[in-house]
């Protein structure tokens, strides 16, 4: 069964400073998406970014970028120049491409400090 | 696109009552999830559709959870009877079957007395 781990259930980095979110997972598929996904206290569920496993090129949106790992299984979030409305809670998510189940990780709660 | 309208947004109810949770998915997506989180068991993956037919509903934790989506636009989640237990958040997402991300409503907050 594919499980995704968060092993820090929580962060703090101080505003405009470099945050690193772990994740790993464990599959034995080849084909795959990973996902991480903010809560913030709204408790709006918003894609922050994705991964194909078959691209070797990290995904990258603006300050955030990830580390993909496939040999392993490790997908880490990178937010640059952290800005007080980063602080939420970071989930990471993986889905094979055979089905439509996404399974989360247990989260991440981000703070910024000012 | 109004996103995944979920009603209500918060809901409290007594042990032993019914407890029906709606969701609008988005107008086109094929996919509709159901999950629940909690604090000690983050986000749970309870039931989810394809073209509004019930692919896999191992994650229902008993006979009292029970899902439909008797339409493309249109799915509930019912409890009954409701336990304090089950007081979490629900929450609602769809997916155009061919891309990647799921869409998620803002929860219901269900809190069981």
């Known amino acids: 069964a594919q499980t995704v781990t968060q092993s820090q259930p929580e962060m703090s980095v101080q505003e405009a400073e470099t945050v690193t979110l772990s994740c790993t997972y464990d599959t034995s598929e080849s084909d795959y998406y990973l996902f991480w996904y903010k809560q913030p206290p709204s408790r709006q569920m918003i894609l922050v970014i994705r991964?194909?496993?078959?691209?070797?090129q990290n995904a990258t949106e603006n300050r955030f970028s990830v580390n993909f790992q496939k040999a392993a299984k490790s997908f880490s979030l990178k937010i640059s120049d952290s800005q007080l409305g980063d602080a939420a809670m970071y989930f990471c998510?993986?889905?094979?491409?055979?089905?439509?189940?996404?399974?989360f990780g247990k989260g991440t709660r981000l703070h910024i400090l000012p | 696109d109004a996103g995944v309208i979920q009603s209500p947004r918060h809901e409290v109810t007594e042990m032993g009552q019914e407890v029906t949770l709606r969701c609008k998915p988005i107008s086109g997506h094929n996919s509709l999830f159901w999950y629940r989180q909690t604090m000690m068991r983050g986000l749970e993956l309870l039931i989810y559709f394809n073209n509004n037919v019930p692919i896999d509903d191992s994650g229902m934790p008993e006979d009292r959870f029970s899902a439909k989506m008797p339409n493309a636009s249109f799915s509930t989640l019912k409890i009954q009877p409701s336990e304090p237990r089950d007081s979490a958040v629900y929450f609602c997402a769809s997916r155009r079957h061919m891309n990647t991300e799921a869409f998620f409503g803002q929860g219901t907050r269900l809190t069981v007395v």
């Open positions: 991964q194909e496993a078959y691209k070797q």
């Open positions: 998510a993986y889905r094979t491409i055979r089905d439509d189940k996404i399974i």
